[in-house]
Nanobody, 123 residues
Framework: QVQLVESGGGLVQAGGSLRLSCAAS????????MGWFRQAPGKEREFVAS????????YYADSVKGRFTISRDNAKRTVDLQMNSLKPEDTAVYYC????????????????WGQGTQVTVSS
């Protein structure tokens, strides 16, 4: 079992940047691929980015490709999401979760979700 805690959310103007962090506890953290998802009010939870267990491979949703970067540090048990050139449509609660495959984008396949961190981008 892995416990996850997200941090780093906040209010930012369009075009700005934020860096989200996901801290994990549990000895098996390094065995999992990790994903970031987001959920806006009234919308379904959607895939944002994922990273392989070793950190060597990443995968992004088309909507964030070129603007967001996912990274991980297995020694520190953290997964970060650097978000640049933010847009109002990026406003959502952002969640990290553990997964079994880099290319899995379906939320129900992921386990061990964090509580989420709010990101609000003003226009």
């Amino acid at each position: 079992q892995v416990q996850l805690v997200e941090s780093g959310g906040g209010l930012v103007q369009a075009g700005g940047s934020l860096r989200l962090s996901c801290a994990a506890s549990g000895r098996t953290f390094g065995n999992y691929a990790m994903g970031w998802f987001r959920q806006a009010p009234g919308k379904e939870r959607e895939f944002v980015a994922s990273i392989s267990w070793g950190g060597g491979s990443t995968y992004y949703a088309d909507s964030v490709k070129g603007r967001f970067t996912i990274s991980r540090d297995n020694a520190k048990r953290t997964v970060d999401l650097q978000m640049n050139s933010l847009k109002p449509e990026d406003t959502a609660v952002y969640y990290c979760a553990t997964g079994s495959s880099l290319y899995t984008t379906t939320p129900k396949v992921y386990t061990n979700w964090g509580q989420g961190t709010q990101v609000t981008v003003s226009s």
